[in-house]
C-alpha cells in the first residue's frame, strides 16, 4: 500500500508539472470534445445535477449536516471525520492557487456554467472522493445501521464518485487532466482520514455499537 501512496504522490507531482508547461493539451481538448459531442438539454441537467453537490454553499451545507446526523444517531467518531473532509476545499484552494492554470475556454470547449477559481485540480472530484469516500468507508465500518439506509448510500455514493469526473469535463468546467489531478489528490486524502479512523476501533462513547477490527 505504500508503494501505491508513493507512486500516487509522484504522479500527482509530475501531472501538476505537465499542467505548468502545456495549459492546454492536445488529449486534453481532444477528450473535452470527445465528451461533449451528445449535448442535449436533458443531459445538460443530469451533468449540473450531479455536480450540484460540489457548489457552494451546497458543499458548505452538506459536510455539517451530515455531520449532524450520524452525531444525533449517536456516531460521533464518525461524525468528526465527516466534518474533516471539508478540509478538502482548503486543500484544492491552495492546490490551485499553486498551480494557477486557467479554466478551459469558450473558444476550446462549451462552457455550460462559468467559475472563478483555477482550474488544476477538480475541487469538486477531490471533494467527491474524500466525502462520499469516506460515507461508503463508514457504511462498510459501522455496525447498527440498517440496511435500507446503508445500501442506498453506498450506491448513490459510489455513483458521484464516478460520475462526477465526466460530469466537470461535460460543462466545460474542466480539463482531463484537472479531473485526474483532483482524484489522485482526493485518494490521499480519503486513504489519510480512513487509516485515522481505522486504527482504532470506536467505542461504546463514540459509537451506539462498539466496533471490531
Request: net charge positive; no cysteine; charged share 15%.
Amino acid at each position: 500500500m505504500l508503494l501505491v501512496l508513493i507512486l500516487i504522490i509522484a504522479g500527482f507531482v509530475a501531472l501538476s508539472v505537465l499542467v505548468i508547461a502545456y495549459p492546454e493539451m492536445a488529449l486534453d481538448i481532444r477528450l473535452s470534445k470527445d465528451i461533449q459531442q451528445h449535448q442535449n438539454p436533458f443531459i445538460d441537467g443530469v451533468m449540473l445535477l450531479i455536480s450540484t453537490p460540489g457548489y457552494m454553499p451546497e458543499s458548505v451545507i452538506i459536510v455539517p449536516v451530515t455531520a449532524l446526523l450520524f452525531f444525533l444517531f449517536k456516531y460521533k467518531k464518525a461524525a468528526g471525520f465527516i466534518l474533516l473532509t471539508g478540509v478538502s476545499g482548503l486543500i484544492s484552494t491552495i492546490v490551485k492557487a499553486l498551480i494557477n492554470r486557467p479554466r478551459p475556454s469558450d473558444g476550446l470547449v462549451r462552457v455550460i456554467l462559468k467559475t472563478t477559481q483555477q482550474s488544476f485540480p477538480s475541487g469538486h472530484v477531490l471533494f467527491y472522493v474524500a466525502f462520499f469516500g469516506l460515507l461508503i468507508v463508514l457504511m462498510l465500518q459501522l455496525e447498527g445501521i440498517s440496511k435500507w439506509i446503508k445500501y442506498p448510500v453506498l450506491f448513490i455514493s459510489l455513483f458521484l464518485i464516478l460520475s462526477i469526473p465526466i460530469s466537470r469535463i461535460y460543462m466545460g468546467a474542466h480539463w482531463f487532466t484537472d479531473v485526474l489531478g483532483g482524484f489522485m489528490l482526493g485518494i490521499l486524502y480519503l486513504y489519510l482520514l480512513s487509516w485515522l479512523y481505522l486504527r482504532k476501533p470506536a467505542d461504546k462513547q463514540e459509537a451506539p455499537v462498539a466496533e471490531t477490527k
